[in-house]
């Protein structure tokens, strides 16, 4: 990858790299390419995930900074209402 590959090309690039690799394994992330700083937008249910899904991104930018908008959502099962018996 070089520093004049395009934005969406190097997109393309950090997307598949988070869905392949074994630490991530993740789909759900958005990824945008603005000049030199690489976007990441998206939830996920730890934060340990977070890191992991920057370290994913950072190995694959090509020395291009990292913003990392990804939350950290706590994501619960629904509650059910238990019936009388």
Do not use: C, W
């Amino acid at each position: 990858m070089t520093p004049s590959d395009p934005p969406h090309y190097l997109a393309a690039r950090i997307k598949s790299r988070l869905a392949e690799d074994a630490r991530t394994v993740e789909l759900g992330i958005q990824v945008d390419v603005r000049g030199d700083v690489v976007f990441l937008r998206g939830q996920v249910a730890t934060p340990r995930r977070r890191e992991l899904i920057e370290t994913v991104a950072r190995e694959a930018a090509g020395g291009r900074r990292i913003s990392n908008d990804v939350t950290v959502v706590d994501i619960r099962p629904p509650k059910t209402e238990e019936t009388p018996s």
